[in-house]
């Protein structure tokens, strides 16, 4: 089994194919053979019958009972058979040269027995198939004695038969093995070609690893088995490929995004630190950072879910969010680190719109847009968050008072690691917090985009879905 095993599918296959063709020849010679010996002995048969027939009307008797042919002609006949004639009471009467020349043994016996048989008897050197018939002599008009009954027995070799069938059994002996062979040797050149692609891809997946994901297995016919089969892997490689990438700036994003919510932990507890404080000052310190701290864990959760939506597998929680609640909690939430450059962060809303969207997973987008802004506007700067409805849905802006983002790097800020300018906010970056956002804000079905940019700042907008109609009639 395990030598069968140890065989490619190529040589398995040819193997199949030569046992199939040995049983279906050996079937069909044994058959052929069958059928063919049939007709021959048959065919042998219904000539004795017919000799039967001439030689009953070809013998007769002399005057004196004698029994002779009639005919001269038969020794030198192509075509000589076999005949005796007996008397009822076993005598022989005639016998031609034929039967003088190959005598059997049993003649008599076989006679008197009288039967209308054919037997085979073996004589000198040769078969004989002898029929043993009663016949009459002298029963012909023109006879020249009187009718007599006798028992005829006409025979012939079964030689030229018996060489028919031989040469017929060498051919199929012979031309079998043959046959055989050729269908092997075609079965292994089909089953080669039919693998050879087999043998191709083989070699490509050899050399694809995890740094080579790009590689694709060759299709040369996409729509048989084998292009089928390259396909469906290539495929599998592209998913794998995306996982991969996928896997690696969840990594990056999960390490940019920690570091803003650590930060802020750390400042308060810096800033707890920094002189002594009574126990409930203490106690609200500790609070906002466990506080921070359960924004982390939710954050990490709300980062799995993101990089599911980027596979398409994400679970959004989607609900009705109040945008201009969520500007003021952020902005609560970054105000610390403003107050560090001494910054100012002002929420300005028309009216309440709500959108429909995960309120986690927006309010991270917004706290990016923020801590940008906080970044790159100088100290003692502006920040302003502006909520309103608008045509599409609801809109939430962010604006800072920094020096604005040069026209070159304005359609890359939103690549990923991509980071602009030598301010210090760029040199401290990881260039990934604008592609998290716009990821975030895309997976709720909004947008993202530079709104407006020059020397004295920036605006960024997010545009999400309206969740009533209300938010709608806020837009017009
Ligand atoms: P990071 O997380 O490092 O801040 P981002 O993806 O958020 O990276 O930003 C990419 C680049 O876009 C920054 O390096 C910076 O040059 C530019 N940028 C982003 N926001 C602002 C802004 N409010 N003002 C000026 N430049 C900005």
Redesign the pocket.
């Known amino acids: 089994m395990s030598w069968w095993r140890a065989h490619g599918v190529r040589v398995r296959l040819t193997l199949w194919h030569v046992a199939a063709m040995v049983v279906v020849l050996s079937v069909y010679a044994g058959v052929v053979f069958w059928f063919v010996s049939r007709q021959v002995s048959d065919g042998l048969d219904r000539r004795l019958r017919s000799d039967f027939w001439w030689a009953a009307a070809l013998v007769d008797q002399t005057p004196d009972g004698q029994i002779v042919w009639r005919y001269e002609t038969e020794t030198g006949a192509e075509d000589a058979f076999w005949i005796q004639v007996w008397s009822p009471e076993g005598e022989l009467l005639f016998a031609n040269s034929e039967a003088l020349r190959v005598p059997v043994p049993h003649g008599r016996e076989l006679a008197l027995q009288g039967t209308d048989e054919i037997t085979s008897v073996a004589s000198v050197g040769e078969d004989i198939r002898i029929l043993t018939r009663r016949g009459c002599i002298s029963c012909a008009e023109g006879g020249s004695g009187m009718a007599r009954s006798v028992i005829i027995q006409v025979g012939r070799s079964e030689t030229p038969a018996r060489e028919r069938l031989s040469e017929l059994l060498f051919v199929l002996v012979v031309g079998g093995p043959l046959a055989v062979a050729l269908a092997g040797i075609g079965g292994y050149t089909l089953a080669r070609r039919a693998l050879s692609p087999v043998e191709r891809m083989t070699e490509r997946a050899r050399v694809i690893t995890a740094d080579r994901l790009s590689d694709r297995l060759p299709v040369v016919h996409p729509d048989d088995e084998m292009g089928r089969l390259a396909t469906v892997f290539n495929e599998t490689l592209a998913r794998l490929e995306a996982s991969f990438l996928q896997m690696g700036r969840f990594t990056a994003d999960v390490s940019?995004e920690l570091r803003t919510p650590l930060t802020a932990i750390r400042s308060v507890g810096e800033v707890g630190l920094r002189e002594p404080r009574d126990e409930v000052a203490y106690r609200g310190i500790i609070g906002s950072m466990l506080e921070e701290a359960d924004r982390l864990a939710s954050l990490v959760d709300r980062l799995l879910n993101l990089s599911r939506a980027e596979t398409g597998g994400a679970r959004l929680a989607v609900d009705e969010i109040d945008l201009h609640a969520l500007a003021d909690d952020v902005a609560a939430h970054l105000g610390v680190l403003a107050e560090e450059k001494k910054q100012s962060i002002v929420v300005d809303a028309s009216g309440s719109p709500l959108a429909r969207a995960d309120r986690l997973v927006v309010r991270q987008a917004v706290i990016?847009?923020v801590?940008?802004?906080i970044?790159?506007?100088p100290i003692g700067g502006r920040i302003r968050m502006h909520v309103a409805g608008a045509r599409a849905g609801v809109i939430l802006e962010?604006s800072?008072s920094?020096?604005?983002?040069d026209a070159e790097?304005r359609h890359r800020?939103?690549d990923?690691f991509?980071?602009?300018?030598d301010?210090p906010?760029?040199a401290?970056?990881?260039?990934?917090?604008?592609?998290?956002?716009k990821g975030a804000v895309e997976a709720n079905g909004g947008k993202l985009t530079l709104e407006h940019?020059d020397a004295r700042?920036?605006t960024?907008r997010i545009t999400l879905p309206g969740a009533t109609p209300a938010s709608r009639r806020a837009a017009s």
């Open positions: 940019h990016n847009l801590d940008n802004a970044k790159f506007s962010v800072d920094g020096s604005g983002i790097s800020i939103f990923r991509y980071r602009a300018g301010s906010g760029a401290t970056g990881t260039g990934l917090g604008l592609s998290i956002a940019s700042g920036s960024f």
